[in-house]
């Protein structure tokens, strides 16, 4: 019987030979990044040789942050919104818009009171995407102000509205 490296398959003995291989580019180039380190940290001279080596030097040299103002954009336009468009009290000038009737737009599919945790779920009438609720938590122009066992009440700007688990119940 023979043993070591001539008693392996060829499929193990391939396997073995390209492990050594990316072991051995694995080790220079980690000699390489160890000694580009090296070198920036030796000197200002040395520094900016090393940059001009190093393809992120470069670019890490001139990274400047833009101003806040530029984002302005971005900040205004709602994330997670189809449209991404502003908020209609934005696009009205800063006038308190109405909000649309929830009744409309969403039905109360549940309702889960366990101790201090109560949440409600609501699903979208046409596109039956199910949101999760607690108190205080915004839904369409509309907060989340009561949970009650059968109902939950919705306010905005001094108009309320109540949605019912069971819609035919008065």
Not at 118 to 125: D, K, M, N
């Amino acid at each position: 019987m023979t043993s070591g490296f001539a008693s392996l398959s060829l499929y193990s003995r391939t396997m073995l030979g390209v492990c050594a291989a990316m072991l051995l580019v694995i080790g220079a180039e980690f000699s390489l990044l160890g000694t580009g380190a090296d070198a920036s940290l030796s000197g200002e001279e040395s520094a900016s040789s090393s940059r001009a080596k190093s393809p992120s030097g470069p670019a890490i040299a001139s990274l400047q942050i833009p101003p806040v103002i530029t984002y302005q954009a971005v900040v205004e336009r709602p994330l997670f919104s189809d449209s991404r468009r502003p908020p209609a009290q934005a696009a009205q000038g800063g006038q308190a818009a109405q909000a649309p009737q929830l009744g409309a737009k969403w039905r109360l599919t549940g309702i889960v009171m366990a101790g201090d945790n109560s949440f409600v779920h609501v699903q979208g009438i046409r596109d039956r995407k199910t949101v999760r609720l607690q108190v205080g938590m915004p839904l369409d122009g509309w907060q989340v102000e009561e949970i009650a066992p059968d109902q939950v009440t919705f306010t905005s700007g001094g108009r309320s509205e109540t949605l019912r688990i069971y819609e035919n119940e008065p």
